[in-house]
């Protein structure tokens, strides 16, 4: 029987979500630039506010050209609804904080990118959720970590900057076991590298900021649900079952089935949080998608190229990135990336931290700045910047050293970036030489 | 909501409110493989608005015990048990496809507890491609993504669903992947086999509304019209932009039509 004719990967980038206007035909998603969306009339607007029906009433809550992109994520990932969201970060918190109340608890990779680390270490205990970290590569770990009141587990595919890869289908079956969905943060694969439902996750988040947008200009978040994750089973999860007051005794589980987590987190979260995306944002998002295809294959050819030039280059001790065969996670990073392990590589410089400086201070062509996934390449060295706020324990739990560079790989000719990379290590050397006479 | 049917616990959503016996009922039925969720967009309005809903999971679907039944028949004398189980005796009647034949046949069946009818995205019968119901019996998952392409007209393939964030598809997999354990290959089973539609059409004396969708690949527009010729006291509305899941692909208008054929004649 011949198959089905849905759309495919590349097709959904472009058009997902988006039906051409049909006021003015335009064939570009249009910004709807609007706080506020005209009722019909009284009773339209009372159905709006009760769930009866679908629209937007305010733009905290929904917008247009946001859902566009929320539509077209959802799509691209497989699942049944996605919300987004002002920042990565506030797609973590929405989250979390849609089925964690006050003395719940979450077990979580150690390797998570700084900010994350913090709002499980220093800011959620504050409203009495409390976070048990566990290195990415201990199965037994996390095992052992899940409570009673343990409410979900969570981490990154590929950990930030350790570059660590979580074994997500194992991971994924002690989460099963326990009846708690495995919350992944897919910022470094993307969609295009890895469907992280199929692996194991029932909620993906994302900082569109990075790969997805892929230009370095725009601030977005998402989640993904995937939608088969039983809410029902027990009374573990209040917040999708029990009949929640704000909308006249709707039990988000019944009502809204696979998309009952999304509905929860717009209705309530997005409402009393309040952290939504602009539509500009949102558009910026949505062109930056239509190429993630084409982009992400460049990303992957060229940090083949750097992982070869940094893996036999004199002035580096060690490098790291799943490709590479003495990886410690290079099998299971194939297996579950198979067309290409991210575009995030550390290494370590010789001469360590002033080594570092001064390699950084060095690029004229390679931006030294907080972000990742730019089409520009980046450097930062963590230890001083991203991580900075990390103690000297969680540090090591997160596998950061002194000497280790982070190295986002862009689009460039890779020509341009080794002369910009030759001329840093050259830098960096200097201040050893000087010394060691 | 739970309630023993048949021994069997059967699940319904009311939207979270009371069963009121002084209000008139509405009882909405999904089609195959899915279940109440199906009816959201529907049902919370009429919940909120004089009626009593009640969205059933079919034996065997969502959160209802199975065994699934195997014949429209079955599921329609379970629709009369179910009513019995909630002392509920009269109610409208509102299908989606497989549903649709339900109706038909609890029309039939048991005249006497029909109020209103609406039959939406249905068909006097409903043969299956053979190889899409092997599928299906198989529990092949080939069948459910076959299933999301030919229930989805041009607007539920490409996107822009009501509700902002979700996807017809996604949503759509999930539903009926949730029943792919063996009820969605017997509930195409049942639906192939069902014979006694144009009887059952013929009988019904009670006003009914056929919603057709202009795009529906599943029950295509022809035979949507065709089951409405054959009820008297019928009228049929094609929505335009729909595929075979009007309820959601074009979920307010199809909540308008609703809301407009029981104004007219409640």
Not at chain 2, 232 to 254: R, W
Request: glycine share 10%; net charge negative.
């Amino acid at each position: 029987m011949a198959d089905p004719k849905t759309f495919k990967f590349n097709t959904k980038t472009l058009h997902s979500g988006h039906q051409p206007d049909k006021n003015y035909g335009s064939r570009a998603v249009p910004i709807y630039q609007t706080t506020s969306y005209l009722f019909q009339d009284t009773d339209h607007a009372a159905a709006l506010f009760n769930l009866e029906e679908g629209g937007h009433i305010y733009s905290r809550i929904s917008n247009p050209t946001v859902a566009v992109l929320e539509e077209r994520v959802a799509a691209l990932e497989g699942g049944s609804a996605a919300i987004a969201t002002a920042s990565g970060m506030s797609a973590m918190m929405l989250s979390l904080l849609t089925i964690c109340s006050a003395g719940d608890h979450i077990v979580a990779s150690s390797q998570l990118y700084g900010g994350s680390f913090n709002l499980l270490r220093l800011t959620l205990p504050r409203f009495g959720i409390e976070t048990t970290f566990v290195k990415p590569r201990d199965l037994e770990g996390f095992k052992n970590a899940i409570r009673p009141n343990t409410k979900c587990i969570f981490g990154e595919l590929i950990g930030n900057p350790g570059i660590e890869i979580m074994n997500l289908p194992e991971v994924s079956k002690i989460a099963k076991k326990a009846g708690i969905p495995v919350i992944i943060d897919g910022t470094f694969n993307t969609p295009y590298l890895c469907n992280l439902f199929d692996l194991g996750a029932d909620i993906i988040v994302h900082s569109l900021t990075k790969w997805m947008a892929g230009h370095g200009t725009s601030m977005g978040g998402c989640i993904v649900e995937k939608g088969d994750f039983d809410w029902k089973q027990g009374s573990k999860f209040p917040t999708m079952t029990e009949p929640y007051e704000g909308y006249h005794g709707l039990s988000f589980a019944e009502e809204f089935g696979p998309a009952a987590f999304t509905m929860r987190a717009r209705a309530e979260g997005m409402r009393d949080f309040g952290p939504s995306m602009s539509p500009t944002n949102a558009f910026n998002i949505l062109i930056g998608i239509e190429t993630l295809s084409l982009r992400m294959d460049r990303h992957i050819s060229n940090t083949a190229i750097m992982v070869e030039y940094l893996s036999s280059n004199e002035n580096v001790t060690w490098v790291n990135h799943p490709s590479l065969p003495d990886h410690p996670d290079h099998a299971v990073a194939k297996k579950l990336m198979p067309n290409g392990q991210g575009s995030m590589i550390a290494f370590g410089i010789k001469g360590g931290r002033e080594a570092g400086q001064a390699f950084i201070n060095a690029m004229k062509l390679t931006s030294h700045l907080a972000n990742v996934g730019d089409a520009k390449s980046l450097v930062i060295h963590p230890a001083s910047t991203t991580h900075s706020q990390m103690d000297k324990k969680s540090l090591e739990l997160a596998g950061l050293t002194d000497d280790m560079i982070r190295f986002s790989v862009g689009l460039e000719d890779m020509e341009d970036i080794i002369n910009d990379f030759d001329n840093g290590f050259r830098a960096s050397q200097k201040p050893r030489l000087v010394a060691s006479r | 909501m739970k309630v023993k049917v048949n021994g069997k616990e059967a699940y319904f959503t009311t939207s979270g409110r009371e069963i009121d016996q002084s209000q008139p009922t509405i009882v909405f039925v999904h089609g195959s493989g899915l279940t109440h969720v199906t009816w959201v967009l529907q049902t919370r309005y009429f919940a909120f608005h004089g009626f009593n809903t009640i969205a059933v999971d079919l034996p065997g679907h969502g959160d209802s015990e199975g065994p699934p039944l195997k014949t429209i028949e079955e599921m329609a004398d379970w629709m009369a048990s179910l009513l019995n189980a909630l002392e509920i005796n009269k109610t409208s009647y509102v299908g989606h496809s497989q549903g649709c034949l339900v109706g038909l046949e609890f029309a039939y069946r048991y005249a006497d507890k029909l109020d209103l009818l609406v039959l939406i995205n249905g068909s006097l019968s409903m043969k299956m491609n053979p190889e899409l119901l092997q599928l299906a019996l198989d529990k092949n998952h080939k069948a459910v993504d076959l299933m999301m392409d030919w229930v989805h007209g041009p607007l539920g393939q490409v996107g822009g669903h009501p509700v902002p964030g979700l996807s017809h598809i996604g949503m759509g997999n999930q539903l009926v992947s949730a029943n792919n354990h063996g009820t969605l290959g017997i509930d195409f089973s049942a639906c192939d086999q069902y014979e006694n539609g144009e009887r059952a059409a013929l009988s019904i004396t009670r006003p009914t509304l056929c919603i057709i969708g202009k795009h529906d690949r599943m029950t295509p527009k022809k035979v949507g019209i065709e089951l409405a010729k054959k009820i008297n006291n019928s009228q049929q509305v094609i929505i335009e932009d729909s595929g075979h899941m009007s309820i959601l692909e074009t979920a307010s208008e199809t909540k308008n039509l609703l809301k407009k054929f029981f104004k007219e004649n409640s």
